[in-house]
């Protein structure tokens, strides 16, 4: 007997980036995004993230692990300037990682990434004081609010769904 299923398994949860939407400067001035999976239930978000030569981030600390596919172009994080990530590169980072993305100014194209999040941004200040959170709720609302705001196309991700539930049997 096969298991019960609580998807439904006909239907792929599948996109293709070359027709869904790029939010340009969505997150900072300089950084494009192309959401590609938010699940705010269980704290996992999935990114195609542009980043214009010379856009730093701020310092931030990750709540959980992260998963790190540079495309294109070359980035490194300021506390690592010596270990360049370049096309091709794959980076782990495990949770309670925290440093600064750097993208250097004399890149000549933009880079390219995607990146899979588990957990949460929490963002310094240059001064090292909190300043904000990044999660996979933050970042529909940051998506939805621009999209009222400049008129954009709708987004297109994968949103993970909640289970349906199982049919209940007696056995």
């Not at 494009?32 to 214009?52: I, M």
């Not at 990682?97 to 310094?124: D, K, R, W």
């Amino acid at each position: 007997m096969f298991p019960v299923t609580v998807q439904d398994d006909k239907t792929l949860l599948t996109l293709n980036v070359e027709s869904a939407p790029i939010y340009k400067d969505i997150l900072v001035p300089g950084v494009d995004v192309q959401p590609l999976f938010l699940d705010p239930n269980n704290g996992v978000w999935g990114l195609r993230v542009f980043f214009a030569p010379g856009v730093q981030l701020p310092t931030h600390y990750h709540t959980g692990t992260v998963h790190l596919w540079t495309i294109s172009g070359r980035w490194n994080y300021v506390e690592h300037a010596d270990q360049p990530q370049t096309a091709g590169s794959y980076l782990f980072e495990p949770g309670g990682s925290i440093h600064t993305l750097s993208v250097p100014a004399e890149n000549t194209e933009v880079t390219e990434t995607i990146m899979i999040v588990h957990g949460a941004n929490i963002n310094f200040d240059e001064n090292g004081q909190y300043h904000s959170t990044m999660d996979a709720s933050s970042i529909m609302a940051m998506i939805d609010e621009a999209i009222k705001e400049r008129g954009l196309d709708p987004a297109v991700y994968i949103k993970a769904p909640f289970p349906k539930p199982a049919n209940k049997t007696s056995l």
